[in-house]
């Protein structure tokens, strides 16, 4: 079984300023990790993902995530927020082969001016 | 390269009343996911096809959803008959097939609203 905890609901950053969004996993196999992002009324987009090798991870939009196995955590991060940036951010994991994703609830990123 | 097709974007219907969605995806892909995500939480999976069978339909509802992926292509997700906690948004994605082609891609979604 696969879960993930998505640390915050919503997280407000002023432009140019550091993001941090958390995310913490179970698994009990080795996992495959993913954030996906999703504006308003659209879909969701990849923004990068960890299978296996380097644990940190670049993604599009400046966006980077760092595979922690002792941590359990796969948190994102971007050094400086763009007004752009503001959608809903989602976390998922999975296993190898045919296993489904299982999505975190969501974090919300706002971005003032 | 098109991306994952879905239609309609969105759908206001009452109670018991019955809807369908349909889902296009990426040309070539041999898995296809029907994903539930209700306002402020992330998607579920309802169900995953792989061609035209069933890998997964273990979170389905199966008393009032359904889906079929008659050619491998195309599919079809039904609700009959609609309940007020039906109301959602419904993501379709589709992933190819082999290794190293674990990432899934999604359509815009489809928009329900049920009253």
């Known amino acids: 079984a696969q879960s993930v905890t998505q640390l915050g609901s919503h997280v407000s950053v002023s432009e140019g300023a550091l993001v941090l969004l958390r995310c913490n996993y179970s698994?009990?196999?080795?996992?495959?990790l993913f954030w996906y992002v999703q504006y308003p009324n659209q879909g969701l987009q990849l923004l990068l993902k960890?299978?296996?090798?380097?644990?940190l991870v670049k993604g599009i939009n400046g966006f980077e995530a760092e595979f922690k196995k002792s941590e359990t955590s796969f948190h994102l991060t971007k050094p400086s927020a763009h007004m752009s940036d503001a959608a809903e951010y989602f976390c998922?994991?999975?296993?190898?082969?045919?296993?489904?994703?299982?999505f975190g609830k969501g974090t919300m990123l706002l971005v003032s001016p | 390269e098109a991306g994952v097709a879905q239609s309609p974007r969105y759908k206001i219907i009452e109670k018991r009343q019955s809807v369908a969605f349909w889902c296009n995806p990426i040309?070539?892909?041999?898995?296809l996911y029907w994903y539930q995500q209700i306002l402020g939480q992330g998607p579920k999976l309802l169900i995953q096809f792989q061609n035209n069978g069933v890998v997964d339909d273990s979170q389905l509802p199966k008393d009032r959803f359904s889906a079929e992926r008659l050619k491998g292509v195309d599919s079809t997700l039904k609700i009959q008959p609609a309940k007020l906690e039906d109301s959602a948004v419904y993501l379709c994605a589709s992933r190819t097939f082999g290794l190293n082609q674990e990432t899934q891609y999604f359509g815009p979604g489809t928009r329900l609203l049920v009253l």
């Open positions: 698994s009990s196999v080795p996992p495959y």
């Open positions: 040309s070539g892909h041999a898995t």
């Open positions: 960890y299978t296996t090798g380097a644990t």
């Open positions: 998922a994991v999975t296993g190898s082969g045919y296993s489904t994703l299982t």
